[in-house]
């Protein structure tokens, strides 16, 4: 069985920076495309960052684009989001997500599993 478990989020400054990390058990991630999503209060989730297998594609939501940068760690089954210059609409619940598919599919919310979410608070 396939498990994701976020951590690294919290509460922080404007302004701070926060890397989350996903570690992924259950199988290797080597061949799987892996994202983040958010939850903002009272919002939908949004997509925030996808990438590819092979690391060489990514994709970035518009409003991260520039501050955030996803990347992986095969060898560690993990996947991370570094979070630059965050500002209080940063704030929400951010969830791991993977799957057999690509870093397109990952974007569009095509994820075969997702974590349970992790909370990152950013004050003003």
């Known amino acids: 069985q396939v498990q994701l478990v976020e951590s690294g989020g919290g509460l922080v400054q404007a302004g701070g920076s926060l890397r989350l990390s996903c570690v992924v058990s259950?199988?290797?991630?080597?061949?799987?495309?892996m994202g983040w999503f958010r939850r903002p209060p009272g919002k939908e989730r949004e997509f925030v960052a996808s990438?590819?297998?092979?690391?060489?594609?990514?994709y970035y939501g518009d409003s991260v684009k520039g501050r955030f940068t996803i990347s992986r760690a095969n060898a560690k089954n993990t996947v991370y989001l570094q979070m630059n210059s965050l500002n209080p609409e940063d704030t929400g619940v951010y969830y791991c997500?993977?799957?057999?598919?690509?870093?397109?599919?990952?974007?569009?919310?095509?994820?075969?599993?997702w974590g349970q979410g992790i909370q990152v608070t950013v004050s003003s």
């Open positions: 997500a993977a799957g057999r598919r690509s870093a397109s599919d990952i974007k569009s919310g095509a994820s075969d599993y």
């Open positions: 990438i590819g297998w092979r690391s060489g594609v990514t």
């Open positions: 259950g199988d290797p991630i080597s061949s799987y495309g």
